[in-house]
C-alpha cells in the first residue's frame, strides 16, 4: 500500500518561443541550426523555424524532458515526398510530413522518466518547394509530480487492511 500527500501535483514547461531566444535546455545542429523567427506562428507572433539548408542537408532540434503530457504545433512547407519534417521521442520516429502541412497539433503520453524529444528537417539531393522549412510552436509538457511512499513495504498476502498513522497532520493523503 501506498500514501501521497501532493496528490494530482502537477509542473507545466511551455515554450511558445515568444521571447526570441531558445530555452538553454534545447540545443540544435546539422547543416544549420533552428531560429526563433516571426515569420509564421500558431499563436503569439513567434515560432521556431528549421535552420536554412542546401540539398542533402539537415537541421535539428533536441530537447530532454520529464515524461507526462507531451504536445506541439507543427507546419510544414516542403517538396512532398522528398523533403522531411521527422520527430522523435528516444531515437523512434512518431511523425514524418512533408508537403503543404498546415499547423496541425501532435500530442501524446511519455512514460515517467527522462525522454530526448528531435524536431528535425531534412532534404534530398534536389529541387527546393514551398518556403522548403518546417515550423513548429506552443510546446508544453505537463508532468505529473506526484510523490508515492510505502505505508507497509510488504502487506501480507490477502490482507484487507493494514494500521496507518499518517506522518503529518493534513487532509490530502
Known sequence: MQYTANFGALTEQADGFESGVFDPAF???????????????HSGTRSARAGVIGHSAQSWLERTVSGGTLSFWYR?????????FNFYVNG?????????????????????????LRWEYTKDISVASGSDTVWIDDLTVVADQTDWADITPLTPL????????????????
Open 27 to 41: 540545443t540544435t545542429g546539422g547543416n544549420a541550426g533552428w531560429t526563433i523567427t516571426t515569420a509564421t506562428a
Open 76 to 84: 510544414v512547407s516542403s517538396e512532398t515526398d522528398y523533403d522531411w
Open 92 to 116: 523512434d520516429r512518431l511523425i514524418r510530413r512533408s508537403g503543404t502541412v498546415g499547423w496541425t497539433q501532435f500530442s501524446m503520453t511519455l512514460p515517467a522518466g527522462e525522454h530526448l
Open 158 to 173: 490477502g490482507a484487507a487492511e493494514t494500521t496507518w498513522t499518517p506522518p503529518a497532520v493534513g487532509d490530502a493523503y
